[in-house]
């Protein structure tokens, strides 16, 4: 049986999985197993991680 783990922190968050008694970190879609606590919307259009950290810069 595998579980997964989520550690949802205040400046990053990561998700592991525990099977066989290994765990592994799941790396997110740019292949970093942490992934910044940011959320963003853009119109209708929920941004997050490093997109939405991105954006931090661009707000007016």
Known sequence: MA???IDLG?????IAVY???VPKLIPNS???VLTPSVV?????TLI???AA???IGNVS
Do not use: C, Q, V
Not at 10 to 14: G, Q
């Open 3 to 5: 579980y997964i783990g």
């Open 10 to 14: 205040t400046t990053h968050s990561l």
């Open 19 to 21: 099977e066989d008694a």
């Open 30 to 32: 740019l292949g970093k």
């Open 40 to 44: 963003s919307l853009d119109g209708d």
């Open 48 to 50: 997050s991680g490093e």
């Open 53 to 55: 950290k991105a954006r």
